[in-house]
Every structure is written in structure tokens, then in C-alpha cells.
């Protein structure tokens, strides 16, 4: 039986070296706007190993003719031993947007030439990256059009920046809405686009198509499934669900200044609270907030906890805090709301499937358990062949809002996050 998968192997300028014809085994995990992941084993004496030992080497995976995965060639490794396997790892290109930093100003170089050029701060937004090229006092700072906004910043960025052979699709304006944009100052550009694909829905895709040498990034529109699938219909193989009550409905916002001048913000999750009948309060900090006064305004009087009296700053520039507080309230409201989630293992039936006609990582899908159903995304899928095995494919279904795993991973994140915004605030 002819293998659905087919291995194509690239030097690090795209030419063709030829075809990986007999893996002994590969495993591929592909992931909804994340870095996918591969591995596959070769014997020591295949023809096409002094091409995947070269420095630079690609791949580009397809199933069932489809694009699977494409990256470079990384970490080969083997065993002394008479079978001479050699095994080399995979990473989605995908990689490009967590190796690359998001610059304030991607145009400007990072040491001063000038007296008076303002490198990586940006007059109108002090020190962060502005997601429109419109003036201060309009929608600078918001993303009204999510494909725009994450295409332009890998365009700055990995394009103009740095010349990766990175193509950016035309803009189609999917994902439209007025949300406020991330604070963003040298966040790899994965973490900088993470909050607009999440309110978006957009998929995002770096992938080499095979023939020209570039690679291209895109967004997509994921499907949803309108079948219910069932323990009944041999779809659901197992799975786990989980509910888990709000743990904030209210967020105190701690912004800048200092003990009687310090300002603070609340925002409430009203709908919640009156739906669980229960209030939970929670406290962040939000000193790197924007906070801009009118030219000419004595120090003396640039006091945050007024900020928001009528008349200490313009209405454009009070908005434009309010905006911020709020959106890191939101973001705390977001961690702690309730959550209904699932993770599932699915079988391959002639009416599911992946691939071509069938689902992809990013779609969502319904599952029914007890009469009650539970709608979530397919977030990453992993397909292997081995020759004792035979293909699989094992779709992972959301994440359990329980999950140990993912809770320590969201909360090093975090943390991670707040580490490094402190030291570029410095």
C-alpha cells in the first residue's frame, strides 16, 4: 500500500535534492497557530542522508497530497549499532514568528546616529509598537482588521527587518473588529499576534509550497463541523471533560504612580457574576500602561491617580489609558472565567477524516457526552507511520481546563512575559 505521506528534501536556498523514499518510520504533530513538530528514521546507507546532513537542509511534508508540515532539518541523531538508524527532528516554520522579535520601530536601528532620533520609542506611544500607522489621537492603537495587523507586523519584522525569505499573502480583512492592540515591545512576534488570533479565530500558517523559493505566511478562516460526534458513531475512541467555575469576576487594575497617587481601574464581569451569583476580585499590576499628557503640563501636575479628571489630559489621551487598563483587566477576567473543555482521542471514519475534504488543526467540531454537548477546537493532530503500525492519526481536541500540564505551562508564560517586559522597560 502506497504511504499517503511523501518527504521532500530541500537545500537551505530550495532547490531540490529529491525525495525521501523509504522512512522507517515518521511522526509528525501539526499545530493550530503553534510551532509544529516532526520526526522520521532513516537507515544509514539511504541515498538522500548526505543531503539531510547538509547545514540549512528543509523538508516539506505532504499527506494524502496536502501540505503537512515544512522546516529545516534539525538535530540528527543515531546508534552505534548494527541496524544504523538515523533519526532527524522537524520544526514547522511556524518557528520563524517565535525566533523573530517584534521591534517598536522595525525601521529604526537600535543604537542612536542622531541627537535627536527617537530609535526604538515612538513618540506618539512611548516605547511600544503601534498597530496602524494613524495619527495619536485616532485608533493608533487598536486592531480594527486582524489579518492586517498580524500580516503587517511579520512583514516589518521578518521581511523588511531581517530579508527572511518570507512571503505575506495580500490582506483580505478577515477577522474585523475593533479590539485593542497587545502591548508589544521586543515580544517574539508568536507572543505578539497570540491575543489577536485568539479574539479573531484566524488560523496562521507559514508554509513552503514546494516550488518557490520562499515561504509563504497566511491566515485562514477554520472550518466548523456541523456533525455531532458520539461515543456511539465510533468517532470518540475516549476522552475526559471538565467544567470549572469562574476564578475572577472582578479585576482591580493597578496602573502607574505611587501610594496616595497611584491610579487604579476595575472592570467587572457583570453577566457572570449574576449567572454563578457569586463575586471573586482580583488584583494586577499595570504600571507600563499609556499614560500621555498635553504638551506644556508642569510635572507637578502629571499625577496619575488624576489622570481621569475631566480636564488634566485630552479626552483622545484618556481614552487611550482607559483602553489599556481595561484590556489588562479583561485579560486577568479572560484567566479566570469559566471554562467548559474537553480533550478527546478520534478515530478516522469514511465522514471524518484529515486531510484534503476532511478536518485540519484550527476547525472546531461538536462532541455530545451524556446528552450534553461541547463544542471546541482541534488544536494539534498527530500523524505517524511505522511499518509495525501502519498510519495513525490521533487528533487532540481542546485541553481540559484541568489539565496540571497546561496550567504550569500557562503560568511560566506568564511569567516569562512579565520577566521580560520588566527588562526592556529598564
Request: charge should be negative.
Given at each position: 500500500m502506497e504511504s499517503p505521506f511523501r518527504i521532500t528534501v530541500f537545500g537551505k536556498d530550495f532547490s531540490v535534492r529529491g525525495i525521501l523514499g523509504n522512512p522507517l518510520s515518521q511522526s509528525y504533530t501539526v499545530r493550530f497557530n503553534a510551532v509544529g513538530t516532526g520526526e522520521f528514521e532513516v537507515s544509514a546507507t539511504d541515498p538522500m542522508l548526505g543531503f539531510l546532513y547538509e547545514s540549512g537542509a528543509r523538508v516539506r511534508v505532504t499527506y494524502k497530497g496536502d501540505h503537512l508540515i515544512s522546516g529545516p532539518v534539525l538535530h540528527p541523531s543515531g546508534d552505534f549499532n548494527a541496524d544504523g538508524v538515523v533519526r532527524f527532528q522537524v520544526e514547522d516554520d511556524y518557528r520563524i514568528l517565535v525566533n523573530t522579535l517584534a521591534f517598536v520601530e522595525p525601521e529604526s536601528p537600535l543604537t542612536r546616529t542622531e541627537v535627536n532620533f527617537n530609535l526604538q520609542v515612538v513618540v506618539t506611544n512611548p516605547g511600544y509598537y503601534r498597530w496602524t500607522n494613524s495619527s495619536p489621537n485616532n485608533d493608533a492603537f487598536f486592531v480594527s482588521d486582524a489579518e492586517f495587523a498580524i500580516k503587517r507586523i511579520i512583514s516589518r519584522n521578518v521581511v523588511s527587518r531581517l530579508q527572511r525569505p518570507v512571503t505575506v499573502a495580500p490582506n483580505l480583512s478577515r477577522g474585523v473588529g475593533a479590539q485593542m492592540g497587545p502591548l508589544v515591545r521586543f515580544d517574539p512576534i508568536a507572543e505578539a499576534v497570540a491575543p489577536i488570533l485568539q479574539w479573531s479565530g484566524l488560523a496562521l500558517r507559514l508554509s513552503h509550497n514546494g516550488v518557490t523559493p520562499t515561504i509563504t505566511a497566511d491566515v485562514s478562516v477554520p472550518t466548523v463541523h456541523p456533525q455531532i460526534l458520539t461515543v456511539q458513531s465510533g468517532i470518540i475512541q475516549?476522552?475526559?471533560?471538565?467544567?470549572?467555575?469562574?476564578?475572577?469576576?472582578?479585576?482591580?487594575?493597578?496602573?502607574?504612580?505611587?501610594?496616595?497617587?497611584?491610579?487604579?481601574?476595575?472592570?467587572?464581569?457583570?453577566?457572570?457574576?449574576?449567572?454563578?451569583?457569586?463575586?471573586?476580585?482580583?488584583?494586577?499590576?499595570s504600571t507600563n500602561n499609556i499614560m500621555r499628557w498635553p504638551d506644556g503640563t508642569p510635572e507637578t501636575s502629571e499625577i496619575p491617580e488624576g489622570f481621569f479628571v475631566p480636564g488634566a489630559s485630552s479626552v483622545a489621551f484618556q481614552n487611550?489609558?482607559?483602553?489599556?487598563?481595561?484590556?489588562?483587566?479583561?485579560?486577568?477576567?479572560?484567566?479566570?472565567?469559566?471554562?467548559?473543555?474537553?480533550?478527546?482521542?478520534?478515530?478516522?471514519?469514511?465522514?471524518?477524516?484529515?486531510?484534503?475534504?476532511?478536518?485540519?488543526?484550527?476547525?472546531?467540531?461538536?462532541?455530545?457526552?451524556?446528552?450534553?454537548?461541547?463544542?471546541?477546537?482541534?488544536?494539534?493532530?498527530?500523524?505517524?507511520?511505522?511499518?509495525?503500525?501502519?498510519?495513525?492519526?490521533?487528533?487532540?481536541?481542546?485541553g481540559r481546563a484541568d489539565d496540571p500540564d497546561t496550567i504550569f505551562a500557562d503560568a511560566i508564560n506568564r511569567l516569562s512575559r512579565a520577566q521580560r517586559r520588566l527588562s526592556t522597560d529598564k
Open positions: 475516549d476522552g475526559k471533560w471538565a467544567k470549572q467555575n469562574p476564578t475572577t469576576t472582578r479585576v482591580v487594575v493597578g496602573g502607574q504612580g505611587e501610594v496616595l497617587n497611584r491610579l487604579f481601574w476595575g472592570v467587572t464581569a457583570v453577566p457572570v457574576e449574576v449567572e454563578y451569583g457569586d463575586i471573586v476580585e482580583v488584583f494586577r499590576d487611550e489609558a482607559a483602553a489599556y487598563l481595561t484590556n489588562a483587566a479583561n485579560k486577568g477576567l479572560a484567566e479566570g472565567a469559566p471554562k467548559a473543555s474537553l480533550s478527546l482521542t478520534l478515530s478516522e471514519t469514511e465522514t471524518f477524516f484529515y486531510g484534503p475534504g476532511g478536518y485540519r488543526e484550527g476547525d472546531i467540531i461538536t462532541a455530545q457526552s451524556n446528552g450534553v454537548n461541547f463544542t471546541d477546537r482541534i488544536t494539534e493532530c498527530e500523524l505517524s507511520e511505522s511499518v509495525s503500525a501502519g498510519v495513525t492519526v490521533r487528533p487532540r481536541v481542546g
